[in-house]
T-cell receptor
Framework: KAGVTQTPRYLIKTRGQQVTLSCSPI?????VSWYQQTPGQGLQFLFE???????NKGNFPGRFSGRQFSNSRSEMNVSTLELGDSALYLC???????????FGPGTRLTVL | GENVEQHPSTLSVQEGDSAVIKCTYS??????FPWYKQELGKGPQLIID?????GEKKDQRIAVTLNKTAKHFSLHITETQPEDSAVYFC????????????FGKGTHLIIQP
């Protein structure tokens, strides 16, 4: 069974731009969660999508948004990028919620 | 919200010895506690998990124990090998799809040959 895939693997953007990251979950998984990983703050929960609906949200500003498609693939969007948004963005999938989540390799975003 | 503390931040052990990493959590409603291993350049890999109705779980050289009263859980790795070198994260959640995972800050485990 193929694992969680994320594209692109690396991105370089400048302040003020916006970015869209993509995640394809493990086949059969309907829950997709997104996390931000930085050296200072560690791994932080952004939001979770289940059956195309945002079911839970972490403590991040509205510039961070996402969506999920009918095939469970998910995208995450960050608008008006700031230097502090530089991070590894990780996607995780599961059958339902945080239980037994499997992570993808991440997208490394650098904001200049 | 939930808060997870993880210790130590760095742990160096001799190959073949055991390693223990400890975590405490704050929310007594949390009921799911996974452990992840992250190698350089990769995403976290789920290595073992435990639910609040179980006190201990083992999988070959890896075991996790949970003390709900004290709100702490631990990862035990026996007979450590060089490939065990990585950063390990504990996490907690309320389960049932209600919350995301709250992670500890991680432990860098170094296996000395």
């Amino acid at each position: 069974k193929a694992g969680v895939t994320q594209t692109p693997r690396y991105l370089i953007k400048t302040r003020g731009q916006q970015v869209t990251l993509s995640c394809s979950p493990i086949s059969g998984h309907r829950s997709v969660s997104w996390y931000q990983q930085t050296p200072g703050q560690g791994l932080q929960f952004l939001f979770e999508y289940f059956s195309e609906t945002q079911r839970n949200k972490g403590n991040f500003p509205g510039r961070f948004s996402g969506r999920q498609f009918s095939n469970s693939r998910s995208e995450m969007n960050v608008s008006t990028l700031e230097l502090g948004d530089s991070a590894l963005y990780l996607c995780a999938s599961s059958f339902n919620g945080p239980d037994t989540q499997y992570f993808g390799p991440g997208t490394r975003l650098t904001v200049l | 919200g939930e808060n997870v503390e993880q210790h130590p931040s760095t742990l160096s052990v001799q190959e073949g010895d055991s390693a223990v990493i400890k975590c405490t959590y704050s929310d007594s409603a949390s009921n799911y506690f996974p452990w992840y291993k992250q190698e350089l350049g990769k995403g976290p890999q789920l290595i073992i998990d435990i639910r609040s109705n179980v006190g201990e779980k083992k999988d070959q050289r890896i075991a996790v124990t949970l003390n709900k009263t004290a709100k702490h859980f631990s990862l035990h790795i026996t007979e450590t090998q060089p490939e065990d070198s990585a950063v390990y994260f504990c996490a907690a959640s309320g389960g049932g799809g209600a919350d995301g995972l709250t992670f500890g800050k991680g432990t860098h485990l170094i296996i000395q040959p």
